[in-house]
């Protein structure tokens, strides 16, 4: 595996790389990796020829309050991990390869970005978009992979695609998740053995929301009502969000028909969790 830190390499190896008639797949990361983040290479390593990796915590998502400095960076670990997955090259370029000069280009989904995290993180998304773009022009794959576990981050990135006309095609990925069910975040980091109990809640009340629906329970009501008295009984865990809404608009459901998502954000000592379940139709 290489380790890339610069664009005009990372373009010129690409360039040649696609001369061989190499399908291209891309991960983009924050680093700090855990198995959900491989289980996304390792699904771009069986479907594409060459595999690129990127590491870049991207402070244009972040908020003034939020962690960008704090944010778990290990780059030794993560190059081990990736090369072990078999990953052909690791980008991972600065703060000042990425923005050398003030960046007055943005790239802005409406609508589906005003809700969920969107509603709390104002901005994110923008910034999310925007470098998201400025990779896919760097790397130019054919197959760029994002986890379910950032359900709303993975729909903004398709519509971006689509409506930008980017020639390549955005594959979801399952939540990987511990085996007690909390979800894999490299924020989990930040949570002491207490806080890490407590946020069991979580994918405990999402469980408990699809056995609901399973059991033929259609209003989003009565759902949400019993996750919030779960949720409650854990008082480390601060609920910011907690919405039942339609996979694609992303806008609040009256009545489960078919799908939903069920998708929360929630406080736990330091951390800011997500989390969400897809309710599939059959
Ligand atoms: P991050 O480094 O947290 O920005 O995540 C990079 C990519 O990995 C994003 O597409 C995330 O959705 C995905 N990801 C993070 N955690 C998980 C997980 N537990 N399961 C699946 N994908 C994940």
Redesign the pocket.
């Known amino acids: 595996m290489k380790i890339v830190t610069t664009i005009k390499e990372i373009k010129a190896i690409l360039k040649q790389e696609r001369r061989g008639d190499k399908t291209i797949g891309l991960?983009?990361?924050?680093?700090?990796f855990?198995?959900?983040?491989l289980?996304?290479m390792r699904r771009a390593k069986e479907e594409c020829d060459v595999t690129v990796t990127s590491i870049f915590v991207n402070p244009t998502q972040f908020g003034p309050s939020e962690d960008f400095e704090a944010y778990p960076r290990d780059l030794k670990s993560d190059s081990k991990m990736a090369e072990k997955v078999g990953v052909d090259y690791l980008f991972a370029p600065s703060v000042e390869e990425m923005y050398p000069e003030e960046n007055l280009t943005h790239v802005n989904v409406e609508k589906i970005t005003d809700v969920l995290c969107g509603a709390c993180r104002i901005g994110h998304f923008q910034g999310v978009a925007t470098v998201v773009s400025k990779l896919f022009n760097m790397v130019n794959p054919d197959f760029a992979?994002?986890?379910?576990?950032?359900y709303q981050?993975?729909m903004v990135v398709k519509r971006m695609a689509k409506d930008l006309n980017f020639d390549l095609q955005v594959v979801g990925?399952?939540?990987?998740?511990e085996e007690d069910g909390l979800?894999?975040?490299?924020r989990n980091r930040y949570l002491s053995s207490e806080e890490r109990k407590a946020a069991l809640v979580l994918s405990k009340s999402l469980r408990l929301a699809s056995e609901m629906v399973e059991n033929g329970e259609k209003n989003p009501g009565e759902i949400r009502e019993s996750m919030i008295r779960l949720i409650k009984k854990e008082p480390l865990v601060n609920l910011e969000y907690l919405s039942i809404c339609d996979t694609i608009s992303l806008r609040e459901l009256t009545i489960i028909k078919r799908e939903a998502l069920i998708a929360l954000a929630a406080r736990v000592g330091k951390a800011r969790l997500i989390d969400n379940i897809l309710i599939k139709g059959n």
């Open positions: 991960v983009p990361t924050m680093g700090c855990h198995e959900g983040h289980a996304l992979y994002f986890g379910e576990k950032d981050q993975l990925v399952s939540t990987v998740r979800a894999m975040s490299s």
